[in-house]
């Protein structure tokens, strides 16, 4: 009779779990991964806000799995990359092939620039999740950055958007550089997006050449990223929130990344970085207000 009750509460909390990522709750989630992906205003910290807003992953049951869900919609910007920018790949494929020079040299920097944050990543995994995943350390990142932002990015683009060099020519060192800022994103809000562009800008790249690097770095990140949590914690997901959601949250993150990078590259032939700066800055203030009236 107990083991009986016991399998039915079981299955009661699976039916439960299965409920909490609504279809509705998982084409957010993927909207807001697409479009705060490869901004400089942080995919990461901007998830954790929401899933708090409509109550996903905020249970020890489901926690785990939301994570992983929130990993695994990455795919679909992943993805976006692969279509708006496959002719660079086929490039840098055929660089690794030896068939060309500067794909090559390209492949080269980013597979170096991958290495310092892919090793720290797993080093302090644990400890990133355990003490940085919250509310309150993605307030401090979105505050420090959008004041990095607002301090360096006219400097670096009052010098005009032609100059700096192309992609072509980075180097090994430029690549160590970039990868040793990117590091600094693997704090929840602060942005993979803002420290690589703005790294890339101070180690000499143009502009063009600084968000292009950083979407092709941002691409082998976030398939070592996804691929790595789906193989740790895949299985949990799909038996906690099925197969339909995640695919859901794929798709809307894939049409949202495609829409927010082909507008960030045409903005920044134009613009700064500074709207992205005062944004970063209003959104922390907005999750200060939803903090204290207990809305997260």
Not at 36 to 55: A, F, K, Q
Not at 121 to 131: D, P, Q, R, S, T
Not at 208 to 228: D, I, K, M, N, R
Not at 231 to 255: C, W
Request: proline share 2%; glycine share 10%.
């Amino acid at each position: 009779m107990l083991n009986t009750v016991v399998r039915l509460m079981s299955a009661g909390g699976v039916e439960a779990a299965r409920g909490e990522l609504t279809i509705a709750k998982a084409a957010l989630l993927g909207i807001v991964e697409g479009i705060t992906e490869y901004l400089p205003i942080s995919s990461t910290g901007h998830l954790i806000v929401t899933e708090r807003l409509i109550d996903v992953g905020q249970h020890p049951a489901t926690k785990d799995a939301a994570d992983t869900y929130t990993i695994t919609i990455q795919a679909g910007a992943i993805l976006a990359v692969l279509v708006l920018y496959h002719r660079r790949l086929m490039s840098m494929l055929r660089g690794v092939a030896g068939r060309d020079t500067a794909g090559r040299q390209i492949s080269v920097a980013t597979i170096i620039a991958f290495i310092p944050a892919a090793f720290t990543g797993v080093v302090l995994e644990k400890a990133i999740k355990n003490h940085l995943f919250g509310v309150w350390p993605v307030i401090v990142a979105w505050v420090v950055g959008g004041v990095v932002i607002l301090v360096f990015s006219r400097r670096f683009f009052a010098r005009g958007h032609a100059t700096g060099a192309p992609l072509e020519r980075v180097t090994v060192r430029m690549a160590l550089v970039i990868g040793a800022a990117q590091c600094i994103a693997l704090w929840p809000g602060t942005s993979r997006s803002m420290v690589t562009i703005l790294a890339a800008l101070a180690v000499g790249l143009s502009v063009g050449a600084a968000v292009e690097f950083s979407f092709l770095l941002g691409l082998l990140t976030l398939s070592a990223a996804t691929a790595y949590d789906v193989l740790k914690h895949g299985k949990e997901m799909f038996d906690t929130f099925g197969v339909v959601a995640p695919v859901v949250g794929f798709i809307f993150a894939f049409v949202a990344a495609v829409i927010a990078v082909r507008w960030l590259v045409t903005y920044l032939q134009r613009h700064g970085l500074e709207i992205f700066g005062w944004y970063r800055l209003g959104v922390a203030a907005l999750a200060l207000i939803l903090l204290a009236t207990h809305a997260i």
